[in-house]
């Protein structure tokens, strides 16, 4: 016990120390996250500083294995660095796909020589990574990929395109499923590969999002040459690890909008913006409507995150994950946009700003965020999807 | 009250439609948004709309109109929803047109009307201020009488085609405290009037709407519209009618929106099949239909009470604006899922159409608001 209340004075006085000023009590401003790797703007000043002091000691991803740079922290431990992080209320030092997709994927399938190189490059944030899944012809068929890769000497030629490639503008690398064997059963002639995308031949270009900014990019590839060795797990085994990885995903994305624990004190940005737009009366929000609604979608929340919570307990007292897990993404991402819409009415006309003169910085950001939420049932698979694999998967309901 | 269209009303129909879609096409709107055009419009394409006499539709034979109904302008407002035309029908024609032709001086019918109908002049109605939400009583701009002129001062938000409007009605109080019906009135004031500025604001569905600020604004007793003090009344009576109009347009926007998803359920592959064959996007599709059809009966049957003066106006009115907002959204947000990835991006029409359902959702008072006015109507 002892050891751990040390770990803890220990991890406290450290982040006393070093971490910057500037961004304690920020834990929520989505404005400070520091995706990383050689082409995203810095955040803030002391961002890439306050970077790789953490890489350092590994705690920019606390919980990943020592020998590959993470932090080694064991269940016990990690959850001490979350609570201490999260008493200064310190947003992470680093974020994205490769801490919450790649990564583990590699930590499960990857070689030695593999877990080395890029477990290494994530936890240093040296590497942005970028998922090459979706095809013009393959969304919610991801199967049905059609990018094509042939043998050459120690390499694969690459020759296709990827659609809705999520700051593939940004990235340094991107993993992708690509067909190396046309002849066999849709998911069984897939390949998984790691692409390093300043490989001559692929050109990268961003696409308009409703809105307004250019987050997702259509890729194309033409003759790229990738070594043999930056293949994960074997040839044609890729289904399964895209799958593994779609797991990880949809749990980031579950956890990103449905999530969001907001720290005690702080007041809940939703009860802020009734008190700002609609006012109280007798201690009520004086619009009846507006508080029902308010009160669902926090209910909504707090049953969500229980629901959460009992799967984490169940995995930490050593049981597999339930069934409650494929609820996640969907539940989150609908929750998410429930609340986004319930914002507009709370805002009422003062959400339509798009920009300039007669609107506050908060109205517009959030008339965007809003627009942007729409995307979150369809990213990571679609909520339909989601509710098939719940139907067939876990209630055993038959196809035909 | 028949809910069927005349055969004057069938020709109008098709041939809006039919202008519409040769000529209103949403690349145009698009154009005007990536410009960045500060009127949001095209000046010609509101003269050649005037032309087609849509102007004109409303006005009193006297006033130089056709004096026809609300029942032929929603078939006008739902064609340029198909297309979303922006121009300023509801600002000029619906609102201060409207307001001018019930309550203007002769003076002021003869000075407006004639360039309103014929396309030549572009007029708004400032009513709404931040923080009022949907309450045309909730305003803090003041008009203080002076020897012979009022004296004016506020700020008004969003005013529909406000910006590069050639003359602007303000609601202003006169009498009474903020939240109360009596003490508003309604007063002209023509463009370049020392103290009014007029600013172009951006929303989300890049229409033209404005920030008008009145500093010291001096306007004649001869320029107010309607009665002293009874401003409220004459606004809420032209609101009620520009509602359904919008309607109209949400109408016409909701089905533009469902006839692309539903082409696109057809035409769409994945699983080696179109994507219309799932029934959970199926069902959903049925039920938008559903949606959609009535909300055309109840459009059409608000616009035919307000002409027939019914005594239960008002309640259709509350209704038709309910059920076409929460329409309007639903069919919008089920697009966009329905498309997928394509459904997100910006070169997709749908985008659009979900944009300007949020606007017009919240023009004129949203579901919520005009459920509890339902509710108030009914005695309940
Ligand atoms: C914001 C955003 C970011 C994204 N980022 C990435 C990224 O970084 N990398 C990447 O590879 N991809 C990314 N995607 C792509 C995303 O994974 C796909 O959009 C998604 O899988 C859906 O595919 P699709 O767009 O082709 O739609 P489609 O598959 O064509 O689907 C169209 C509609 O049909 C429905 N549908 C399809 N099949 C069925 C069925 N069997 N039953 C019922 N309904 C069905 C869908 O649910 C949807 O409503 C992103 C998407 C968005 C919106």
Redesign the pocket.
């Known amino acids: 016990m002892s050891e751990l209340e040390d770990f803890r004075a220990s991890v406290r006085s450290w982040l006393e120390e070093n971490a910057p000023k500037s961004i304690r009590g920020k834990v929520r401003d989505p404005a400070l996250a520091y995706w990383g790797g050689r082409k995203t703007p810095l955040p803030f000043p002391e961002a890439k500083v306050w970077l790789d002091m953490m890489a350092e000691k590994g705690w920019t991803v606390p919980f990943w294995p020592k020998e590959y740079g993470g932090g080694g922290l064991n269940k016990e431990e990690n959850k001490i660095f979350n609570q201490e992080m999260a008493r200064l209320e310190l947003p992470p030092p680093l974020t994205g796909f490769g801490i919450t997709m790649i990564g583990p994927t590699v930590l499960q399938y990857g070689t030695e020589e593999q877990k080395k190189k890029y477990i290494g490059e994530i936890v240093r944030g040296e590497v942005r990574w970028?998922?090459?899944?979706?095809e013009p012809n393959?969304?919610?068929?991801?199967a049905n990929i059609q990018t094509k890769a042939v043998v050459d000497g120690d390499d694969y030629i690459l020759n296709g395109q990827?659609i809705?490639?999520?700051y593939g503008d940004l990235a340094d690398w991107m993993f992708l499923l690509v067909r190396t064997d046309p002849g066999v059963k849709k998911q069984v002639g897939i390949t998984f590969l790691l692409l390093d995308m300043e490989t001559k031949g692929v050109e990268v270009r961003p696409i308009k999002?409703i809105s307004g900014n250019s987050?997702?990019c259509e890729v194309f590839f033409e003759d790229v040459r990738v070594p043999q060795k930056n293949v994960l797990n074997r040839v044609n085994g890729g289904w399964e690890v895209a799958k593994a990885l779609l797991g990880h995903e949809r749990t980031m994305i579950a956890n990103a909008f449905g999530g969001r624990v907001a720290p005690e004190k702080a007041e809940n940005p939703m009860e802020a913006a009734a008190r700002k737009y609609i006012g109280f009366r007798d201690g009520k929000i004086a619009d009846s409507v507006i508080r029902d609604r308010m009160a669902q979608n926090q209910m909504d929340e707090s049953c969500f995150l229980l629901t959460v919570q009992r799967n984490s307990d169940n995995i930490k007292a050593g049981h597999r994950p339930g069934p409650e897990t494929s609820i996640f993404k969907v539940y989150g991402t609908e929750l998410n946009q429930r609340r986004m819409e319930l914002m507009l009415s709370i805002l009422g006309p003062e959400c339509l700003g798009w920009e300039g003169e007669g609107f506050e910085q908060g109205e517009l950001d959030l008339c965007r965020v809003w627009l942007r939420s729409r995307?979150n049932t369809?990213?990571?698979?679609?909520?339909?999807?989601q509710l098939?694999i719940i139907a067939k998967q876990v209630l055993g309901l038959p196809d035909k | 009250m028949e809910l069927v269209l005349n055969e004057e009303q069938t020709m109008l129909d098709q041939t809006a439609k039919n202008f519409i879609k040769d000529n209103s096409p949403i690349t145009r709107v698009r154009k005007l948004r990536d410009d960045g055009d500060p009127l949001g419009y095209s000046k010609e394409m509101w003269k050649k709309m005037a032309e087609l006499g849509w102007t004109s539709i409303l006005f009193s034979e006297e006033d130089g109109g056709m004096g026809l109904g609300m029942a032929e302008v929603v078939l006008v407002t739902e064609a340029m929803g198909r297309g979303l035309a922006p121009e300023p029908f509801l600002g000029t024609v619906m609102l201060a047109g409207q307001a001018l032709s019930i309550g203007g001086s002769p003076e002021l019918r003869e000075q407006w009307l004639g360039p309103i109908i014929e396309g030549e002049k572009a007029l708004a109605m400032a009513y709404q201020e931040k923080g009022g939400r949907y309450d045309i009583t909730r305003i803090k701009t003041s008009a203080k009488k002076t020897t012979n002129n009022y004296l004016l001062i506020g700020e008004k938000t969003q005013v529909l085609d406000g910006f590069g409007a050639d003359a602007i009605i303000v609601s202003a109080r006169t009498s009474g405290e903020d939240g109360e019906a009596e003490g508003i009135t309604l007063f002209l004031i023509p463009a370049g009037t020392p103290g009014m500025t007029v600013t172009r604001q951006w929303r989300l569905d890049s229409r033209n709407v404005a920030l008008v600020q009145l500093k010291d604004v001096e306007v004649p007793e001869s320029n107010i519209v309607g009665t002293v003090g009874k401003g409220g009344q004459l606004l809420s009576q032209v609101i009620d009618q520009a509602t359904v109009a919008l309607c109209g347009e949400m109408l016409g926007g909701m089905s533009a929106a469902f006839d692309r998803t539903l082409g696109y359920l057809k035409e769409?592959v994945?699983?080696d099949v179109v994507?219309g064959t799932?029934q959970?996007?199926k069902h959903r599709a049925a039920k938008m239909f559903m949606e959609i059809e009535l909300a055309r009966s109840v459009v059409m049957a608000a616009a035919r009470t307000l002409d027939g003066n019914d005594a239960n106006k008002e309640i259709l009115v509350s209704t038709a604006k309910a059920r076409c907002s929460d329409a309007y959204i639903l069919v919008t947000n089920e697009a966009v899922?329905?498309?997928?990835?394509?459904g997100?991006t910006d070169e997709e029409d749908t985008g659009f159409y979900m944009k300007r359902a949020r606007a017009a959702e919240m023009t004129f008072g949203d579901a919520t608001y005009h459920k509890d006015r339902f509710a108030a109507l009914k005695g309940y």
């Open positions: 970028c998922q090459g899944y979706s393959a969304g919610s068929d991801l990827k809705w490639t999520s999002l987050p997702f995307g369809l990213e990571g698979g679609t909520s339909e999807i098939n | 769409r994945q699983f994507i799932f959970a996007l899922q329905m498309l997928g990835g394509i997100m």
